[in-house]
């Protein structure tokens, strides 16, 4: 990230912006269990929460370090920053378990989690599993 | 990916719509990989280049069938960009590290 930003600034425009959307794990939250990715199942209108996927969060806090010292050093304003809880919808726990493998590969869910999604799933077949994750989304003006 | 549906509420869209100013910007996508946000975005700027070291990922961006005019994507390394200096208005990390 550190390399990556520095080179955006050279291509960038005098007044030319950086998008950075990123999963937001901050430091300051550690490993607590209410700041991971969140699973539910989804049964009709009714939301059970299963569990949750852990990582090793130290790449996104070396990234907003990161970011953090191009606003210090005045190559670059925040113009904006907000976090949103974005949603992903797996119809089966087939597709769930794909898509964790291709995307998530790095998140872990604890044995007793996985019993529960499964149970769960077992007891409603129909169920949609819904993960959610808090994003955040900052501006940044090149100086 | 079948069977998987990411942000049908497009809450990221909206907030894309409200903060960024895209109209006429030629963005460079940093880590574009499969080019999920080139494609949304692609209606709305001048030009899109989308560059990722993964061959896989940027095979799956081709196969969205974005407009050639508009997006191109290409195997390049972030920290050793192969463009010109002051090149781009945009500059997206959307989910890199």
Excluded at chain 1, 14 to 36: K, M, T
Excluded at chain 2, 47 to 66: M, N, P, Q, T, W
Aim: glycine share 4%; hydrophobic share 40%.
């Amino acid at each position: 990230m550190g390399h990556a930003l520095h080179e955006a600034f050279r291509v960038l425009n005098p007044g030319g912006c950086v998008l950075d959307i990123r999963p937001y794990f901050p430091v300051s939250q550690g490993n607590r269990r209410d700041a991971r990715q969140q699973v539910f199942c989804q049964v009709e209108k009714e939301e059970i929460h299963v569990g949750t996927l852990a990582r090793d969060y130290v790449d996104f806090h070396f990234a907003d370090r990161v970011l953090a010292e191009a606003v210090r050093d005045q190559r670059f304003v925040v113009n904006c920053r907000e976090v949103i809880r974005f949603r992903y919808y797996h119809d089966s726990l087939a597709t769930f378990d794909l898509y964790r493998a291709d995307k998530w590969d790095k998140a872990h869910m604890s044995v007793s989690d996985r019993r529960h999604l499964e149970r769960t799933m077992l007891r409603h077949p129909a169920t949609v599993i819904r993960v959610e994750l808090p994003v955040q989304f900052r501006v940044l003006t090149k100086v | 990916m079948k069977g998987v549906r990411v942000d049908p509420e497009r809450r990221e869209m909206r907030l894309l719509k409200r903060h960024v100013p895209f109209a006429g910007a030629r963005v460079l996508d940093i880590g574009c990989g499969d080019g999920r946000l080139s494609n949304r975005i692609r209606n709305w700027v001048h030009s899109i280049v989308g560059i990722d070291l993964s061959e896989r990922d940027l095979r799956r961006a081709h196969g969205r069938k974005l407009l050639d005019d508009v997006a191109k994507f290409a195997v390049a390394d972030a920290s050793r960009l192969p463009f010109q200096d002051r090149s781009f208005d945009l500059a997206l990390f959307s989910w890199s590290l």
